[in-house]
T-cell receptor, first 114, second 115 residues
């Protein structure tokens, strides 16, 4: 079975540009999570969707960040405008119904904002 | 307050040695889940195991084994006959309550296996 798929795997952009990260959860999973990982702060939950609806976005850093889940098999995380401090690895994870605690992670997108 | 402590920042062993990674947690909940994840140098996060608070049986999967002891609030991970491919950062995590999506992460232990 395919795991969580993320694209792109690497992204280098200049400050001020828009960045869009993409995620396809595992088929049959109804919860989706976006995380950010940095050396300083470790793993941070940015947003949690359940059945395509955002349930908890308290971890989204600021208005420059937005996330959507238009259907059960696709989600995006957008940063506009990007800043150097957004440089991090962004992970998408998904979990199956009734087991939101057991999260399977994608390979991550390594973002560098110059 | 809930917390996960991985006191070992970095461990280095020679291949074929056994190694144990420690994880100590704090929670007031009687229902909770504990996890181990592996993050190899390539960067992905790999789910290894989930254990619920009502099941204290030790688990073995190949060279990996986990020892869950509620009396000491520990969930330790042992790799037997370590291999270079085991080199990674290993994270322990805690989720309180039932189906709680919020994971409390340890800081991680970097394991280096030397050939």
């Amino acid at each position: 079975d395919a795991g969580v798929i993320q694209s792109p795997r690497h992204e280098v952009t200049e400050m001020g540009q828009e960045v869009t990260l993409r995620c396809k959860p595992i088929s049959g999973h109804n919860s989706l999570f976006w995380y950010r990982q940095t050396m300083m702060r470790g793993l941070e939950l940015l947003i949690y969707f359940n059945n395509n609806v955002p349930i908890d976005d308290s971890g989204m850093p600021e208005d420059r960040f937005s996330a959507k889940m238009p259907n059960a098999s696709f989600s995006t995380l957008k940063i506009q405008p990007s800043e150097p401090r957004d440089s991090a690895v962004y992970f998408c994870a998904s979990s199956r119904p009734g087991h939101q605690e057991t999260q399977y992670f994608g390979p991550g997108t390594r973002l560098l904002v110059l | 307050a809930q917390k996960v402590t991985q006191a070992q920042t970095e461990i280095s062993v020679v291949e074929k040695e056994d190694v144990t990674l420690d994880c100590v947690y704090e929670t007031r909940d009687t229902t909770y889940y504990l996890f181990w994840y592996k993050q190899p140098p390539s960067g992905e996060l790999v789910f290894l195991i989930r254990r619920n608070s009502f099941d204290e049986q030790n688990e073995i999967s190949g060279r990996y084994s986990w020892n869950f002891q509620k009396s000491t609030s520990s969930f330790n991970f042992t790799i037997t006959a370590s291999q270079v491919v085991d080199s990674a950062v290993y994270f322990c995590a805690l989720s309180e309550g039932r189906s709680n999506y919020q994971l409390i992460w340890g800081a991680g232990t970097k394991l280096i296996i030397k050939p």
